[in-house]
């Protein structure tokens, strides 16, 4: 396979890894060069590393991570080349380089995407027990997104938190002091702000981390799921379809053209004051406070409602990394994520991020970006809050196809947009589910 993927990316990639070289502080490789003398993990003779990962939303994690890469490759002498790919790129990008047998050394992408092919994903159990011995364990939603039966097939580095992001001048004008955390109060102030002039919008696109964040809540949210604990379909209920009438409630009172939203639309959308309230991470705070945007003092962040189901219901993204089996330096690839997730670099690169990406470890409880601004507190949950893909069933081939294929998203534009009625988007869905889970 051409590992080019696109001649833009790659150079993009290289051209970071160089400028990254000069930004590596003295004592920083100090740290970087003894522990290279000593790692856990013995690259092979000759080693080279080709990473693909998705593009950064926030520039200061990009420049902490490679800040890492950087160090890695001063410290080991291995040549670290980073491909970035938009975020609903990776896994198509992933498929074809594992289907062929030729790509990328390591690939970072989102959700259950070592799941799509377990059986060519390289056993990293020895890696994610060094870690987990050493950094307090994993958090159980890493856990199941990290393993296939006993074997780890993936680490999951990171989760990135998606909680609703609202203008606190807007929703006073709809009459409320905070978001409220039932759902039909939640109803009652995006009507709210739609009647005030500054309506609410999230994406009922084929948006990967937005889209799939807000529907699968509010699926949950009415105790509906789309499989149970034996990967049996038990989509089609009265609660799946009292999820999309509610969704369809919430979309009439959304800003236009949310169906064709994408993961940047809302960002957009926000910043311009469009919209007075979105679900997202931390970036469009983040992009506020570098740009010194007047926003920054009148936004915050909110938790997600819980409907009937009676217990949060959140989906928050998961990064995890995984090394094909193909690859030529399995253990180079070992050494270049237990480099990345070492407490020297890991809280330095968790700082990076300003709480876009909460860490997947306990023993980073404490960093200190959870408790440096208010408005980043929320997000430190994320990774202990989260539902996981397949919710009820198990995280799997299945499940990662049905987040990939967008089928929850799809049952809930259908209903929004007059395109079919509830029931009808319902056994929609259930066909599609059962043609995954058969």
């Known amino acids: 396979m051409d590992k080019k993927f696109t001649r833009r990316s790659v150079l993009k990639g290289t051209a970071a890894t160089v400028a990254g070289a000069a930004l590596v502080s003295s004592d920083f490789m100090d740290w970087s060069s003894a522990w290279a003398a000593d790692a856990p993990f013995k690259p092979e003779a000759g080693a080279k590393l080709q990473v693909l990962r998705w593009k950064r939303f926030i520039q200061s994690e990009e420049d902490a991570f490679m800040e890492q890469v950087a160090a890695f490759t001063k410290a080991t002498g291995i040549e670290v080349e980073v491909l970035n790919e938009s975020l609903d790129d990776v896994q198509p990008k992933a498929s074809v380089a594992v289907n062929v047998g030729s790509g990328p050394d390591l690939i970072w992408g989102y959700y259950s995407l070592p799941h799509l092919f377990p059986n060519k994903c390289t056993d990293l159990t020895d890696l994610a027990d060094y870690l987990g011995g050493k950094y307090g ?43 409220p ?58 609660e799946a379809v009292a999820a999309c009438e509610y969704v369809k409630k919430l979309y009439d009172a959304y800003i236009p053209g949310t169906a064709s939203w994408n993961d940047g639309s809302n960002n957009k959308a926000f910043l311009a004051g469009e919209v007075g309230l979105t679900n997202n ?33 959140e989906f928050h993204i998961a990064y995890p990394m995984l090394v094909p089996t193909y690859t030529k330096f399995p253990n180079a ?31 980073f409880n404490d960093n200190p970006i959870w408790t440096s601004d208010p408005k980043r507190k929320i997000f430190a949950e ?33 209903v929004a947009t007059g395109q079919m009625s509830a029931k009808e988007a319902v056994a929609d869905a259930t066909k599609k589910a059962r043609r995954i889970y058969r």
């Open 333 to 363: 690839a070992k050494a270049f994520m237990a480099f990345l997730m070492e407490a020297e670099q890991y809280n330095r690169w968790l700082e990076g991020s300003v709480a876009y990406l909460t860490h997947s470890l306990n023993a």
């Open 181 to 238: 955390q039932d759902l039909d109060g939640f109803l009652a102030l995006c009507q709210g702000l739609k009647a005030g002039g500054m309506p609410a919008g999230m994406a009922l696109g084929h948006a990967t981390g937005d889209a799939n964040a807000w529907v699968h809540w509010a699926l949950w949210a009415h105790d509906a799921a789309m499989v149970d604990e034996n990967d049996k379909v038990i989509l089609n209920t009265p």
């Open 382 to 414: 994320a990774a202990n809050r989260t539902l996981v893909a397949g919710y009820k069933g198990s995280v799997g081939q299945k499940s990662a196809s049905a987040i990939s294929e967008f089928i929850v998203v799809d049952m809930f534009a259908n």
């Open 137 to 179: 364990g994993w958090v159980p939603a890493a856990e199941t997104y990290g393993k296939s039966d006993d074997k780890w097939i993936g680490i999951p580095v990171c989760f990135g938190g998606n909680y609703i992001n609202y203008r606190n001048s807007a929703i006073e004008k709809a009459g409320f002091k905070e978001v």
């Open 281 to 313: 991470g931390i970036s469009i705070y983040q992009k506020a406070l570098v740009d010194g945007l007047d926003i920054k003092d009148d936004m915050d962040h909110a938790y997600y409602p819980v409907g009937p189901v009676g217990v949060p219901t």
